[in-house]
């Protein structure tokens, strides 16, 4: 796997119910990222965990890191058709000089 | 998302034309970079600037340019487009700190024809 895979590649559910992501690295980070991105525009940053952290929540995002498995999971609860995205994780690694982004969840909400 | 602007956002253009894709950031970030990323797949590095006449390439090979003479500006040139050139072109923006995210423009969906 490459540095930063996402999984799923794509997920599909109904509003109102939970969404996870999960991300996989292989190399030591000083920080995970996630981002969204609509359609054709620009990506958007939602949160960032420290490598010295396992669990941070912003409104309805919450994110995990273990650092033993050198995995992340971000969950969208109560999912809202406006959540219907691409969401990317983002590693930066050790030293801070590089940041890699993974390929994306695509996220489909059904209203 | 309005503190970096990226113009134009779409361009057509006929091969061998010469082109300039603009970004300019109001944050006053040090930390400046090229993303090129096809239709539903990951971003890959082109170019990046830690700093007024600072540039260096990225991961990806690419036959462009860039220049950082203000801190604000961070334009990224094509000498000759061709079709294989034709993708979405994403600049961003970054304090110097390492555990701070990045700021993206809206984009701009190059189609060389």
């Known amino acids: 796997s490459q540095q930063g895979e996402e999984d799923p590649q794509a997920l599909s559910i109904q509003e109102g119910e939970n969404a996870t992501m999960n991300c996989s690295y292989k190399t030591s980070i000083n920080n995970l990222q996630w981002y969204r991105q609509n359609s054709g525009r620009g990506l958007v940053h939602l949160i960032l965990?420290?490598?010295?952290?396992r669990e941070k929540h912003s409104g309805r995002l919450r994110v995990t890191l273990d650092t033993s498995k050198k995995s992340s999971s971000l969950l969208i609860t109560a999912s809202r058709a406006a959540d219907t995205a691409s969401y990317f994780c983002a590693t930066v690694l050790t030293g801070g000089f590089k940041t890699i982004f993974g390929a994306g969840t695509r996220l489909f909400v059904k209203a | 998302e309005a503190d970096i602007y990226q113009t134009p956002r779409y361009l057509v253009i006929g091969t061998g034309k010469k082109i300039t894709l603009e970004c300019s950031q109001t944050?006053?970030?040090?930390?400046m970079y090229w993303y090129q990323q096809d239709p539903g797949m990951e971003l890959h590095l082109i170019h990046y600037s830690y700093g007024v006449n600072s540039t260096e390439k990225g991961d990806l090979s690419s036959e462009s340019t860039v220049s950082r003479i203000r801190t604000e500006h961070f334009p990224l040139t094509l000498e000759s487009a061709r079709p294989s050139h034709t993708s979405q072109y994403l600049c961003?923006?970054?304090?110097?700190?390492?555990?701070?995210?990045?700021?993206f423009g809206s984009g701009t969906r190059l189609t060389v024809v």
């Open positions: 944050m006053g970030h040090d930390k």
């Open positions: 965990i420290r490598s010295n952290e």
């Open positions: 961003a923006s970054s304090e110097h700190r390492t555990d701070y995210g990045y700021t």
